[in-house]
């Protein structure tokens, strides 16, 4: 069985920062990509950032500049680092991971960007 645990989010100023966590576990063979989706109230679910086994990363264009997604391969864990956080960042962030044995979405943390 495979479990995702995110941990990270949380409340945060305009301008401020948050590094969002997502370390897998279990038995997860061959992690092809992780990533990470966001989705806010009323909206559908989205793409933040993704990162695959050789350090190639894409990103939303409403947030490039501001995140950095990375991973630790020994650890099978991704980071999101978020600054310059806006109140349009509030949403519940996921973590996706696609592994040659099927995909797994964590359970979602809640990011607030408020004054």
Not at 2 to 27: D, F, I, N, T, Y
Not at 55 to 78: E, H, L, M, P, Q
Not at 82 to 91: F, I
Not at 96 to 115: D, E, I, K
């Amino acid at each position: 069985q495979v479990q995702l645990v995110e941990s990270g989010g949380g409340l945060v100023q305009p301008g401020g920062s948050l590094r969002l966590s997502c370390a897998a576990s279990g038995s997860i063979f061959s992690i092809i990509f992780m990533g990470w989706y966001r989705q806010a109230p009323g909206k559908q679910r989205e793409l933040v950032a993704t990162i695959t086994s050789g350090d190639s990363t894409t990103y939303a264009d409403s947030v490039k500049g501001r995140f950095t997604i990375s991973r630790d391969n020994a650890k099978n864990t991704v980071y999101l680092q978020m600054n310059s956080l806006k109140p349009e960042d509030t949403a519940v962030y996921y973590c996706h991971v696609v592994a040659a044995l099927g995909n797994y979405w964590g359970q979602g943390t809640q990011v607030t960007v408020s004054s």
